[in-house]
């Protein structure tokens, strides 16, 4: 009478055939897609329904393929006698992991430091983790991100670990719980269906009990298409820099953060005008990516701006006696500038004497020549605002060819690129001309207009670096006609990368508490110091002081220096290589649609980095990362990752 029996026909499984990779469950015989789908698992085919006169019963009966895998619960049930069987069943948990992989957090822990090889069916061994993910047609620019996102650990030990309170009810729920109280969101069930098909494809890379050793990425690309409205479609190549923004942004909305990324917030403005001659806050609504990638930038612009001074301003000026004598062709005496204040402009004949009429005349021609004179204004706004990723613009490409034909291709240090952050230097922004119509609008109003934008500058400065730092280096550029790409070299390092002369926080630098200060705090100031650099799995696990103390003088000497150092490690390189005849003199081809994307990631066991293209991984040097054409680099802070 039990509702789970022993199946006879566990024999009859054929594992090679098992494909749960499809870019959709969905019946092979009606093409229906239902939350009731079954996989066959003799032969590997989509059924739905169980019941009598649906196709995996009308299956099991015709072809006598007799057990089935629901694939959404994942029960196994044998057809057509229509019983479950016993999920706990030792010869299908290889089934039921390679299905849904789940992690518990001891096995996230052990990610880092594993260097075993899994193996699949076929023998094929390989690093869970670093393995390839299969190109639909032009897919690389997603694979590489994919692939680089799943390095960065706090983004990947929340995705792969999602599921998991759904699915465990032991020491993963705790667990689960604690990660809740860090990071408000809601259930895996409430995921948005891309947040989903992200963390279940994170979790078949880091899996090891794959059935072959390569990935399909067909659900998210699926689920990609949907959700931008098939901007990013399969057969459709794109820049993976904007894809990464676009990307970070669904996946804060769809783990439950807010629509915003934060509120820019007006500090000064400041005007001073020159005479010319002439006709983030995330607050509740953060995330997980908000919290591993979001950092703060001060930007300070400064709009020069031409217009007419007006009436009003120039007997404002008169009044003040601020007239200089460089405003007019004309040198102005004093008896010329000086008004009185009983004057009542009547000009009837024989009111004023000559020398009075002739006085106010010379008034009136000097209001209106100020009035009708070109000033301009400087105004300069200074703004704060969160960033997801930091946008480097490259040295143009030079001008001479090779004796190939060819550029010559220049090479350029990241700290040069990264001077547009420094503080001090001002970047020319593209300034947004005026119609014609507001401009002669200007012309007749008293001061009342904004005036024409003449230049437009801008100063950025770095307020606060996350504790993973993504750049991305420009490269394509569009015209009205074609596609050109910058392949200047830009060369940077792959450890120690120091960032602390690009940044100004507020209040100044923070300092390392000396282990005298740390012995006399209480036991909430110990857990405070833990928790407020992110270190609240020491807090919470410790219950006596003299342990929590202990957590704290360690942290103090070890992590905290190198958190407060703002020096970073590089964890993924995403590159963009084309062909070599791309570019040559009379060869004008898109580079984007031409290339192809690559990425490099790093073992943190061994220090080996991998180079990844599409199904492609093999080992690759150090040195060769820092010089290669980078496109999209994510630095890790010192200590972040412990």
Known sequence: EASVTTCPYLDTINRTVLDFDSPDHACSVTLESSPHIYACLVCGKFFRGRGKQTPAYTHSVEEGHFVYVH???????????????????????????ALHPTFTKKEVDALDGNQELARDLFGRRYLPGFIGLNNLNRTDYLNVVVQALGHVKPLRDFFLLAASASTNNNGTASTQQQQQKQTPRPSYSEFSPLAKSFSLLLRNMWSPHRFKSSVDPHMLVQA??????????????????????????????????????????KKKKRKKSNKKKGGSNSGSNGSVIHETFMGRVEMTTVVRKRRRR???????MLNQGGMETTTTSAAATEEEVTIDNDDDDDDRDGSDDEETIQRKRKKRETVTSLANETIVIEEETVTETDFLQLTLDIPEKPLFKDEDGGLVI???????????????????????QQTQQQQQQATTEQGGSDGTIVSKKRRYQL?????????????????????????????????????????????????????EEVKGMSSKELKNLLINYGRSDLANNAIEKNELLQHCLEFISTSLPDLLADK???????????????????????PLEEGSYRCHVQHKATG???????????????QLIGVSESYLLIFERKGAAV
């Open 310 to 316: 007006g009436e009003v301003a120039a007997l404002a």
């Open 568 to 590: 970073y490690n590089l964890v993924a390189n995403i590159t963009h290589d084309i062909p070599v005849e791309v570019g040559r003199e009379g060869k004008q081809r898109n």
């Open 463 to 515: 307020k606060k670096l996350p504790n993973y730092l993504i750049l991305h280096l420009s490269r394509f550029k569009r015209n009205g006609f074609f596609v050109e790409k910058n392949p200047t070299i830009v060369m940077f390092p792959v450890k120690n990368f120091d960032l602390s002369s690009y940044v100004f926080p507020e209040g100044g630098r923070e300092k390392v508490p000396t282990e």
């Open 224 to 265: 990609v298409s949907v959700a931008s409205n098939k901007r990013y479609h399969v057969g459709q190549q794109a820049e993976a820099g904007e894809f990464l923004a676009w990307l970070l942004h669904q996946l804060h909305l769809g783990v439950g953060g807010g629509a915003t990324i934060g509120s820019s917030k």
């Open 608 to 622: 080996q980095w991998y180079e990844i293209q599409d199904l492609n991984v093999r080992e690759t040097m150090p």
């Open 71 to 97: 694939l959404t619960r994942g029960t196994f049930w044998c057809l057509p006698d229509d019983y479950e069987i016993d999920v706990e069943e030792p010869s299908l948990q290889d089934i039921r992991l």
């Open 410 to 432: 220049p090479q350029e240090p990241l700290v040069n690129v990264l001077r547009k952050f420094d503080g001090v230097s001002f970047g020319d922004v593209l300034a947004m």
